[in-house]
């Protein structure tokens, strides 16, 4: 088998997630975008444990059985945040979330209050 197309087609692959989390402005396509990165890691180390000679026989699957758990993961807290992010904001666009901490509150200036002559200080 000749390894370069899928070693293209994992490049290609990989290539649209980052331009997909470079350039999304909703959070659920660029949890999609990642999907596509790690889809590409897999077919590369799939493609390289069946090209390659290895100490250690079926790593590249195995490791890409870890990658899949991974991606199952980080799904699963993506989506929590982003669901949580919709209900507060009502909004899933990635440009509007607070990075920074809110400034605290500003406490009240105490009201003026007369000394015992009489005299507002």
């Known amino acids: 088998m000749r390894p370069v ?8 692959l990989f290539g649209l997630g980052v ?6 402005r909703n959070a659920v396509l660029v949890l999609m975008a990642v999907e596509l990165m790690l889809n590409a890691v897999n077919l590369v180390l799939v493609t390289a444990d069946t090209t390659v000679k290895a ?3 079926h790593s590249g699957q195995v490791f890409a059985l870890f990658v899949i758990v ?3 993961a ?3 807290v993506g989506l929590a945040i982003v669901l ?14 607070p990075l920074a901490e ?5 406490a009240a200036a105490p009201a003026e209050q007369p000394n015992a002559q009489g005299a507002v200080r």
């Open 55 to 57: 100490v250690l026989p």
């Open 19 to 24: 331009y997909g989390v470079l350039r999304r």
């Open 5 to 12: 197309i899928p070693y293209v087609t994992a490049a290609l």
């Open 102 to 106: 809110p400034a605290p509150p500003v």
């Open 84 to 97: 949580q992010l919709y209900r507060l904001r009502a909004s899933v666009t990635v440009d509007d979330v």
């Open 74 to 76: 980080e799904i699963g």
């Open 70 to 72: 991974l991606a199952a």
